[in-house]
């Protein structure tokens, strides 16, 4: 492991665990993930430090600084479209090349697969957004052969209860591929490869929301 001696710019273990476990100030806070932002070799460490750290009965999620997300965008100057995220296959984990504003980020985290029941800890990326009178999350998991799963979860903004009778459809060149009613609460997209997607939520009455999705 590196320290500050050897490598002036790169986080020692001990920072990125008192990250990790939200002892930072605001101020060392916001200092650790600029500079995670900017060095690959630093993230890695972050990542496996988590993987370390991670408990069985830790499921929480920490929300992203609406600076850090704006950060993240910023690092890629691509010319925006109508696309509301751009996922890219990087190794073993997925990686976000550009974001809407108006989907939240949320910092990646380590937990069983999302249907694995049991599996090791992966790393799952989660965003939300929020359309009309729901709020809308979309876990998004890795899996083999370059191919993503992605449970999309909903609840009401007022009640916070599961909705069960919104329909989610995935559409690929104006062809639908999947369309299913939520099970308490949420549904699977699953082995989705390279390609243009739009993920669409809709009730009985009418389309509630869309998520257009690229994976490169």
Partial sequence: MRT????????????????????????????????LLLCDQCRDEFIAVRRVMIRDDVVDVIEAPDHLMQKVISMFPEKRSILDLVLAFVQDSIKIISCA?????????????????????????????????????????????????????VDDIDEKKPQGAIRIGLISRGRELVS???????????DMGKGEYIIKIQNREKVIGEVALKIQ
Wanted: overall charge negative.
């Fill in 180 to 190: 299913g009613l939520l099970e308490n609460g949420e549904t699977f997209l699953e």
């Fill in 4 to 35: 500050k001696n050897e490598h002036k710019k790169c986080l020692t273990e001990t920072e990125l665990g008192a990250y990790v476990e939200d002892r930072l100030s605001p101020s060392e806070r916001e200092d650790l993930e600029g500079h």
């Fill in 101 to 153: 504003q108006d989907l939240r980020l949320v910092m990646p985290r380590f937990a069983e697969g999302l249907r694995s029941g049991g599996a090791a800890p992966s790393e799952i990326i989660v965003l939300r957004k929020s359309f009309e009178d729901i709020n809308v999350r979309f876990d998004i998991e890795k899996v083999e052969k370059n191919l993503c799963n992605i449970r999309v979860s």
